[in-house]
């Protein structure tokens, strides 16, 4: 008895492992079977069409969309302007501050409050030439986000609610996404201005992502209000100059990308203190050939989920999460501002574990995002224009 | 005598022509002075606005953006050149035979930034302006078509 006790403990694993294993044969084949009869079909290019929205801009960066059906369009030479009924309002709106518009600077992104519909805030980031009494170069800039709310053609109560210090003097990486989660903070991406080295320093706010309260104020959780010296608005640091960020629309975690040096752009799961590495670690090598680092990893620094060789220049991105692309939800849709194309990344978990490219040259991709009526919006800077993609059918 | 008058008129043309040669050198050496501080200007507008698309050698990206490497566009037409700095450049142009139909912003450069960075691009990767320079004066005098 006592023997066959034994027997059977020792056989237990062993059987129940086999019956797992049957078990998950069994349902690999039913997958396989699934796949093949009630499968939806796969989303190819030929089942899209592309139709413009807006044309006539000049320089487009981003878009957001007003309850109302109008879209609200930066362009990055300063101005802020409005499509109706697929017309560009020939009249700008007012109010914008002054812009530093010059290299990569300008007006960049807009995104609405969550709760637009009731507090009417729209949020924009912009590089911001230096005032008086601000720290850094003269004739310098840095990235700063601003609130305000739409009367006709008037931006009103107009707030600068952050700016990234210290003033640069440089034309490069202003970063500039502006991403709400859903507990009432507003990320905000920003670039080392040139200066990479200046994105593990934390008393700086170069190559960082900063998490603010909506009116601006710094959360008392943030991950370094208590560390000597570094800002307090930090969230993430080490980043070179993300210019894609979206929520993750399960999780709710923030996804990331970023302009890398050649070979080395970047996406990032963007996560409370933790540091992604520029310049310590890169995949990438400089524009002028030069190595910037020997090292593509180092215990403490955190891991891209993929990276691009060669560079896309990736810009914009979101996730899908309609059910006009029913197969794609999850995924992510990435801009690329080199190769004028989008790719479709399959996203499983952390992971990306397909890569497609859609729409080769479409144009000089700025803005990715996905409308209240379900369909994938394209700021395209080079021709000028918002396009819309849906199903054709 | 006569000899000796020959002589002096001889060394006034040496001194001239010495004095010449020293002025003229002098001058030269200027402007190559110019030049090379405008090339050194130059490197630093292109690694921060040029780079990521024409790349570090001026090789460019096939198919996407031309070269500027022994580009004839930009060494026969350098006026194309400073406009497509100035104002941005959109639609289809022929660099070396090749046809690229893409589009590049106008980096919002000053015109002596523009002017720095034609003359380094100019005198790189195996090109040369023949010691000519550019200069702000003949960026500001380059308008754009409407």
New interface residues.
């Given amino acids: 008895m006592n023997k066959n006790t034994t027997f059977f403990r020792k056989s237990l694993p062993v059987a129940f492992g086999g019956i797992l294993l049957s078990a998950s044969l069994a349902l690999m084949s039913n997958s396989a079977i699934t796949n093949d009869k009630n499968a939806p079909k796969k989303i190819t290019e030929a089942n899209l069409k592309v139709d413009t929205v807006a044309s006539g801009l000049k320089?487009p960066w981003a878009t957001a969309f007003l309850p109302n059906g109008d879209l609200l369009v930066t362009e990055?030479g300063g101005k802020l302007r409005l499509v109706k009924n697929g017309v560009l309002d020939p009249q700008e709106i007012s109010g914008i501050p002054e812009v530093y518009?010059?290299?990569q600077?300008?007006l960049l992104d807009v995104a609405l409050h969550p709760d637009y519909k009731t507090n009417g805030w729209i949020y924009i980031s912009y590089s911001s030439p230096k005032k008086e009494g601000e720290a850094g170069d003269d004739g310098g800039a840095n990235t700063a986000l601003m609130r305000a709310k739409l009367k006709d053609h008037t931006l009103i109560d107009i707030q600068q609610i952050f700016k990234a210090i210290p003033n640069v003097k440089?034309?490069?990486h202003f970063g500039g996404r502006i991403v709400f989660d859903k507990k009432g903070y507003v990320f905000l991406s920003l670039g080392e201005r040139?200066q990479k080295e200046n994105s593990q320093n934390l008393s700086k706010d170069q190559g960082k992502v900063v998490r603010l309260h909506e009116d601006g104020k710094i959360p008392t959780d943030n991950p370094f209000v208590k560390t000597e010296g570094a800002r307090p608005e930090i969230w993430s640091y080490g980043h070179r100059n993300p210019q894609g960020m979206t929520i993750h629309p399960t999780t709710g975690v923030i996804w990331e990308h970023e302009?890398g040096p050649?070979g080395g752009d970047e996406l990032n799961i963007v996560e409370k203190g933790k540091n992604y590495g520029w310049p310590l670690i890169t995949y990438g090598i400089?524009?002028?050939?030069s190595i910037i680092s020997k090292d593509t990893a180092r215990a403490g620094l955190e891991q891209p989920v993929i990276f691009w060789r060669?560079?896309i220049?990736p810009c914009g991105m979101t996730f899908v999460t309609s059910p006009k692309f029913k197969e794609w939800n999850g995924d992510l849709i990435v801009g690329s501002l080199?190769?004028?194309q989008l790719q479709h990344l399959t996203v499983k978990g952390n992971k990306v574990t397909g890569k497609e490219i859609l729409f080769q040259g479409i144009?000089?991709v700025r803005d990715v995002r996905q409308g209240p009526d379900g369909n994938i919006y394209v700021v395209l800077?080079?021709?000028g224009k918002v396009v819309k993609i849906s199903p054709k059918s | 005598m006569v000899r000796a008058i020959v002589n002096l008129k001889q060394m006034k043309k040496l001194i001239l022509l010495i004095l010449g040669t020293v002025l003229y050198s002098t001058a030269f050496t200027n402007q190559d002075d110019a030049l090379a501080k405008s090339i050194e200007r130059g490197k630093m507008v292109y690694s921060e606005n040029c780079i990521t698309c024409h790349m570090g050698t001026g090789e460019g990206v096939p198919a996407s953006f031309p070269p500027l490497a022994k580009s004839d566009y930009l060494l026969k037409t350098p006026e194309k050149a400073i406009y497509a700095v100035k104002f941005g450049l959109a639609g289809k142009i022929k660099v070396n035979g090749i046809e690229y139909d893409n589009m590049m912003p106008a980096p919002g450069l000053d015109n002596d930034e523009i002017a720095d960075v034609m003359n380094y691009i100019q005198n790189s990767w195996g090109n040369s302006s023949d010691k000519k320079i550019v200069t702000e004066k003949m960026v500001e005098a380059v308008e754009e078509k409407k």
């Fill in positions: 320089m990055r518009y010059k290299g600077g300008g440089a034309n490069v040139g302009h050649q400089d524009y002028d050939n060669p560079s220049a080199k190769f004028m144009g000089r800077e080079s021709s």
